[in-house]
């Protein structure tokens, strides 16, 4: 699969880092105000691809998509140690094509925690472990409106709904695009935290889907 620090179909490892990270409560807060390019809280009930059509907005809706990952709070029914609201983006981050260099990828991140910011575009490295003079960025690009993340987590709604009520409830706390692990397609990964109905205990899990949420790859729920 082509994803962050995983490994790649065609190449044996392919990793996307940011070269610089500002977090909240760490480093200059003023700076990281000044870097924010719009705030506000998001939330799962706008849909699970919520940041994801922001970040596209600021991003341009030509940019193709190298990864994005959003981070959901499960809230505290579901995990007492949760932070947030339930539902709430704890963080989001999209790696896209550098529209000045093809060749290169920029990423765009969301704080959620505290202040709940947009940061400005910072560039991301790849690193190819392989050969890596036979990569091209473009062979491994995801277009925006390839991606249907409602499909795909609905997918994981009703894998849950098929346990017959092994599960007391559930919670999204993670989706991400990426390349497949299984057959480096373009894919939709999607985690769970949960409670075990005859015991309470937590249970986590994930599905992953084809990007358009059709086909499952994966499903490893309660296994």
Known sequence: MISSNKPSKTLSLLSAAPLALILPGC????????????GGTMNISEGPDICFKTAFEKIGSDAKIFDATAMFSPGEAIDASAIGEAGSVVTC?????NPDDPRKLLAIQYAGAGAGVWQEEI????????????FALEDVLI??????????????DNAVAALDGKLSGHAVTMVRVQRSR???EPSIFVQMQGRLASNDIQQDGYIETSIDGVEIYLNQLTD
């Not at 480093?27 to 719009?38: L, R, T």
């Open 123 to 134: 560039p991301t490295e790849l690193e190819v472990d392989g050969a890596a003079e036979d």
């Open 93 to 97: 981050q999209v790696s896209y094509q």
């Open 143 to 156: 277009a925006q409106n390839d991606i249907d993340a409602a499909a795909a987590v609905a997918q994981l």
């Open 182 to 184: 299984s057959n480096g």
């Open 27 to 38: 480093g200059d807060a003023g700076g990281m105000m000044e870097a924010a390019m719009g």
